[in-house]
Each structure stands twice: as structure tokens, then as C-alpha cells.
């Protein structure tokens, strides 16, 4: 009975470390940069015919360096996960939403 319970309690043991261990592995953030996430989720979801393209008064998202300002102002924050109010047509999905959060607290960087 003890070698059974010695057994059982090694592969609990061995599959939490398995399961911690991922996590501090694999950094969800670190998949994320402008140019492969952020740059085409902002064109599918922000950056269309009638909003937040040139001429748009509240900002041209198509251009690197408006986008950058507007996440440096905290107005991206503000907009997307204080109020919720943003996109107000393409609504991001939750995954988007992280993708999102990790580029604004990296930095909003150009990679």
C-alpha cells in the first residue's frame, strides 16, 4: 500500500513540476511584436475604410510612429481596456486583447 501511495504521490509531484515549469518557460509576450501582431491586428480590427486610416482626426493607425504616441499617452489603454469602447466594430478577442496588452507594457516597440 505504501509503495502504491509512494507511486501515485511521484506522478503528482513530477506532473505539477512538468506543469510549472511551462509556465515560467513560455512568456506569452514574448511571441508578440508589431510587425507579426500587432501591425495586422490593428489593420483587421482598427485601421479600415472610415476609421483610424489617413485623414481619420483622431489618428492614421496605419503609421507606426501615431499608433506609438497614441500607446505612450496611454490613450490605447484608456480607449481598449478601461472604458471597453474600442474597436466598437471588430471586437477583439481575448487572445487579441493579451497580444495587445503585452506590446503596450513591452514598450509599444517596432520589432
Known amino acids: 500500500?505504501?509503495?502504491i501511495l509512494l507511486f501515485v504521490f511521484s506522478m503528482?509531484?513530477?506532473?505539477?513540476?512538468?506543469?510549472?515549469?511551462?509556465?515560467?518557460?513560455?512568456?506569452?509576450c514574448s511571441a508578440v511584436s508589431y510587425v507579426e501582431t500587432i501591425?495586422?491586428?490593428?489593420?483587421?480590427?482598427?485601421?479600415?475604410?472610415?476609421?483610424h486610416v489617413e485623414g481619420?482626426?483622431?489618428?492614421?493607425?496605419?503609421?507606426?510612429?501615431?499608433?506609438?504616441?497614441?500607446?505612450?499617452?496611454?490613450?490605447?489603454q484608456l480607449m481598449v481596456f478601461s472604458l471597453g469602447i474600442m474597436p466598437p466594430v471588430h471586437i477583439l478577442t481575448e487572445e487579441e486583447?493579451?497580444?495587445l496588452?503585452?506590446?503596450l507594457q513591452s514598450g509599444a516597440e517596432k520589432m
Open 12 to 28: 503528482g509531484l513530477v506532473s505539477f513540476l512538468s506543469c510549472t515549469n511551462d509556465k515560467f518557460e513560455t512568456d506569452p
Open 1 to 3: 500500500m505504501q509503495q
Open 56 to 76: 481619420f482626426p483622431p489618428g492614421d493607425f496605419t503609421l507606426y510612429e501615431v499608433l506609438k504616441q497614441k500607446a505612450e499617452e496611454g490613450k490605447i
Open 39 to 51: 501591425r495586422p491586428l490593428v489593420e483587421s480590427k482598427c485601421a479600415f475604410s472610415g476609421c
Open 101 to 103: 496588452q503585452c506590446w
Open 97 to 99: 486583447k493579451s497580444q
